[in-house]
């Protein structure tokens, strides 16, 4: 069963970056968070096994599962293949993922992060396409896909390998539309082209395009003085035909409010608009930051219990705003009494697992040398 476009939410709520208290998933703040998304007519909550350590499944059962007929939503999670050895961890991760959110089955099911490597290399070898293929024909899963973080060449490869694959989930926003590293441009025609329908994540690249540089706040509100930055990035992947549900990952209510009414009486950008998109992007081209969108993916297994994406969006704060006040007091007061940049002990373990495929050792190495000093 093809997926319907028509009939997808356009904002999808992702579960990633959820607000905390004392440590912990702050469930009262998600339940109205979800509440408001719900009573806007959206309803496809996007979560994973490895997300807030192995609780946002768990947060999707208490604040959507328990409190909304099961017909009413579309929850999505993923299998990871760095967490699987032989053939038996599949239906083990996949019992434990029903489990934490409460349900006999999910709406969308993707294989997590396919990149060069072992990632998809694991995935062949434990044949998981057809294991997801044999729980769609069990009813366990409806829709079957993956996420994806690798080359066009690979999306292609593995397209031709797997015809069988129902929609895919890339990173797609403004930045990266011609960023080499990230490809959002290719890949999009790449999916384009085939008519495969796309989950759309990283539409704001977490967080840095709802915050962009004074210059491009300034391009932004002489256009749509009322319009937040966020809106401006929503809009430009809301615009693009094919996109079948874009993820945001919301951490507020604000965000919440803010995002919900964006796609409230959708409006696609103007060609005046996309003019203005444009140059916005080639203005944040032009300031060399670490693209780094703060998966923490590289924070589960670092030895040295580094905060990386924190030292990073230090570091992007040092380099955009000519503060370097700002920066070091953040460094110094949130990050230092944990773990300094200079602590890193260059296993590995993070440039391994990172999406961006930054060079995270040496990147540590630079900011130790700026803050450490």
């Not at 999505?76 to 293949?81: I, V």
């Not at 930045?175 to 994540?201: F, H, Q, T």
């Not at 580094?306 to 949130?334: C, E, H, L, M, Q």
Request: glycine residues 8%; negative net charge.
């Amino acid at each position: 069963m093809s997926v319907d476009l028509a009939k997808m939410p356009k904002l999808g709520f992702g579960l990633m970056r959820l607000p905390e208290k004392n440590g912990s998933i702050d469930y009262d703040t998600v339940c109205r968070m979800v509440d408001k998304y719900m009573a806007a007519g959206l309803n496809y909550f996007d979560t994973a096994y490895v997300y807030h350590g192995g609780k946002s499944e768990v947060a999707a059962r208490e604040c959507v599962v328990k409190r909304y007929p099961r017909d009413s939503f579309y929850l999505a999670t993923k299998l990871p293949a760095w967490n699987m050895k032989v053939p038996e961890d599949r239906d083990r991760i996949f019992d434990e993922q029903r489990e934490r959110a409460g349900v006999e089955y999910f709406d969308f099911y993707l294989l997590h992060s396919i990149e060069e490597g072992s990632n998809y290399e694991t995935y062949e070898r434990l044949d998981c396409f057809e294991w997801g293929l044999q729980k769609k024909r069990e009813g366990k899963i409806k829709h079957f896909g993956f996420s994806f973080h690798g080359t066009p060449a690979l999306l292609e490869k593995v397209l031709d390998d797997h015809p069988e694959v129902e929609f895919v989930q890339i990173q797609l926003n403004y930045a990266d539309w011609e960023n080499p590293v990230i490809a959002s441009g290719k890949l999009y025609e790449i999916l384009r082209d085939r008519g495969i329908p796309m989950v759309i994540m990283e539409p704001v690249k977490g967080g840095s395009l709802a915050d962009p540089s004074p210059e491009i706040l300034d391009l932004f509100r002489a256009e749509r003085p009322g319009a937040s930055a966020a809106s401006w990035a929503l809009r430009f992947v809301g615009s693009l035909p094919g996109v079948m549900t874009i993820l945001s990952g919301m951490s507020n209510e604000s965000q919440i409010s803010d995002n919900v009414g964006t796609f409230t009486n959708f409006t696609p950008l103007s060609d005046r608009e996309q003019g203005i998109i444009k140059e916005a992007g080639q203005i944040m081209l032009g300031t060399p930051t670490i693209g780094c969108t703060a998966c923490r993916y590289c924070c589960d297994g670092c030895p040295q219990g580094i905060k990386i994406p924190d030292i990073f969006g230090a570091v992007n704060t040092s380099r955009r705003y000519n503060d370097d006040w700002r920066a070091k007091n953040f460094y110094n007061s949130s990050i230092a009494p944990f773990a300094r940049a200079s602590d890193c002990i260059a296993c590995g373990q993070c440039e391994g697992v990172c999406p961006q495929h930054l060079p995270i050792i040496e990147l540590l190495r630079e900011a130790s040398e700026h803050f450490d000093k």
